[in-house]
């Protein structure tokens, strides 16, 4: 267990570049396994999610080349994969578990998924419904609607769900199940989540089509098919991961901070808007679109912000930035309320839970609710032990508070970065002065 003490920072600077997106990176591996021929990635993100991702698709017989720079997947088709001999291990990871239970609905062989104590205490009901109703047989191991998941043999039919809950992995689980069926399958969610699994599914030439509707929610259609193509993917940054380094330019008196190649894909832009409304200073610079995926390098400066409102539609487009925004919250002129994001319950941790109890023990005035959180900010933060709790956003958002905290800040369990940005402190100490 690995420990990591942060002191103050005197001013970010310099050019960074961010490692890929986390979404994006586990789908290419995904339709990569489950397309014909070969699917080759780069910049893609080798943290121990995404590696879970690799691990449990070569025990399906996937052969997957690790090159400099480069990722090959040597693709079986929609219907070649092969029987796993052990229970697929999928690690601290949500969208391994959710996403690759849409794929195993629609094998032929019968399958188990396990992972840690974190995501074997994660809501999967959500998937097992709409799955189950299409005709996937999937069990909760236990009977507690978590994994350990049983995934056996069904006969798939296209059904339209309607999603109580605007999450890209149930909706991702739904289509990619979709493509096994027999008929149509659609997914309306009440707000827009991340649309990766839409735009990839596309370029790997299924026939998918997305319709916003005028109170917001939106519905994703997939039709039945035969055969997906491999392609070539250049992941954009993971701008999940940018977050942690625009906030700490913003929060850090003297700072300018070139960050190069961030994904800008507006489902998950919501961050941005934020910081926007908090006053920041933020440059897009050089944008560009690839696979359907925007991305550009981001220009930041330090500044004063003020507090803001986050809520309704605007919460799946940034819900992983919320203990970061928190953190930012925490240094703005104002009040800041987060709400509509009850969501942040089911996540690595409770994030209402750890986002309060991490910034109360650093000096911060903040309140839970019910959905949200509520943080008047203001008063310096003071330097603390912080427990992770093993969730790297937890993690990652109070290092960055302890860059401008009074004294030093020690973050308990830090190797949990790794789930999603194993460079995380070695790019902190390239670009502080
Ligand atoms: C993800 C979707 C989000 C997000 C998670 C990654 C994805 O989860 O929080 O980190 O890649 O589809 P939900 O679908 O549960 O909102």
Avoid: W
């Avoid at 188990?112 to 995501?119: E, I, N």
Wanted: proline content about 4%.
């Amino acid at each position: 267990m690995s420990v990591r003490t942060i002191f103050p920072a005197k001013g970010l600077k310099g050019e960074i570049t961010i490692p890929g997106d986390k979404s994006i990176s586990h789908r290419s591996v995904m339709l990569g396994s489950i397309a014909y021929g070969t699917t080759e990635i780069t910049h893609f993100l080798e943290g121990a999610d995404c590696l879970s991702t690799i691990d449990c698709f070569r025990r399906m017989g996937v052969e997957i080349e690790k090159k400099p720079g480069r990722i090959l997947v040597r693709g079986k088709g929609l219907r070649g994969l092969l029987a796993p001999t052990d229970t697929l291990n999928v690690g601290n990871s949500g969208t391994t578990t959710r996403l690759m239970a849409g794929i195993l609905a629609g094998q032929n062989f019968s399958s188990v998924m396990s992972g840690d104590a974190s995501l074997n205490s994660r809501p999967m009901k959500r998937i097992m419904t709409p799955l189950n109703r299409m005709g996937a047989h999937i069990t909760s191991i236990h009977d507690n609607g978590c994994a350990p998941l049983k995934v056996e043999p069904g006969v798939l039919h296209g059904i339209h769900y309607q999603s109580p809950v605007a999450s890209a992995q149930v909706k991702s689980a739904v289509l990619l199940a979709g493509l096994y069926a027999d008929g149509e399958t659609s997914v309306t969610e009440p707000a827009l989540s991340r649309n990766h699994t839409e735009l990839m599914l596309q370029s790997f030439g299924a026939d998918v089509t997305s319709v916003m509707h005028t109170d917001g929610s939106a519905t994703a259609i997939v039709k039945p098919c035969k055969e997906l193509y491999g392609q070539q993917i250049c992941v954009p940054g993971d701008i999940s991961s940018a977050a942690y380094f625009i906030a700490a330019a913003l929060l850090v008196p003297g700072s300018e901070l070139l960050i190069k190649n961030v994904g800008t894909n507006f489902t998950r832009a919501g961050f941005l808007e934020v910081c926007k409304s908090m006053g920041a200073d933020i440059t897009l610079l050089n944008q560009s679109f690839e696979g359907g995926e925007g991305r550009a390098d981001i220009l930041v400066r330090s500044g004063d912000l003020k507090g803001t409102v986050i809520e309704g539609d605007l919460i799946p487009a940034l819900i992983d930035e919320i203990p970061i925004i928190a953190v930012m919250a925490a240094h703005a002129d104002g009040t800041t309320v987060i709400k509509d994001a009850a969501e942040l319950k089911v996540k690595e941790t409770n994030r209402i839970d750890t986002v309060t109890g991490n910034l109360k023990a650093m000096g911060g005035r903040i309140a839970p609710t019910d959905d949200g959180m509520i943080i008047e900010g203001g008063p310096p933060l003071t330097g603390t032990h912080i427990q992770s709790y093993l969730d790297h956003r937890i993690a990652m958002a109070f290092a960055i508070a302890g860059l401008t905290a009074q004294g030093e800040t020690v973050i308990e369990d830090s190797q949990c970065v790794d789930v999603s940005y194993p460079e995380f402190f070695a790019t902190l100490e390239k670009c502080r002065n």
